[in-house]
């Protein structure tokens, strides 16, 4: 079996490598989030989202980043294993981290061909409106399951 370390990649090896797949022809579906608590509501989410084109990458808000907006208690999971787990799923392809409490930044170094989000009421995490506006991503939406309430001492 192959080492799945390497599928996570640094912000710029993943922007490179977004590149040259797009140059191949390849369609490069994009996700975001914390992927804290890792459950079905996100393999499915993930699952959707790699069926939507050739070359899935995630990108994963870092601890820091996670505890700038959600507090001190989050994420349960540290960021080297919530990457771990990512990358260890086969219709994932390619996993990094990033620092900013939005996603904006990595996702206009990725520039996928669709950015998939899912759906849940939450209008302040939204990047949708700078996305379409700054680089005109395509984005598709995804109904899926959270796991907002679960805390450390479940």
Do not use: C, W
């Not at 379409?132 to 899926?144: E, L, P």
Request: overall charge positive.
């Amino acid at each position: 079996m192959p080492e799945v370390s390497i599928k996570i990649l640094s912000n710029d090896e993943i922007a490179k490598k977004s590149r040259g797949l797009k140059k191949q022809g390849k369609k490069v579906i994009m996700v975001n989030g914390v992927f804290d608590m890792l459950h079905i509501g996100h393999i499915g989410f993930l699952r959707k989202a790699k069926e939507k084109g050739d070359v899935l990458f995630v990108a994963v808000n870092s601890n820091q980043s996670v505890k700038s907006y959600k507090g001190e208690n989050k994420p349960i999971i540290p960021e080297k294993e919530r990457v771990l787990m990512l990358a260890s799923l086969f219709f994932v392809d390619h996993v990094t981290i990033f620092n900013e409490s939005k996603a904006l930044n990595i996702i206009e170094k990725i520039k996928p061909d669709i950015l998939v989000k899912g759906i849940r009421p939450d209008p302040e995490r939204l990047e949708e409106e700078n996305v379409t506006t700054s680089s005109g991503q395509i984005i598709d939406k995804i109904r899926g399951v959270s796991s907002e309430g679960i805390n450390n001492s479940q």
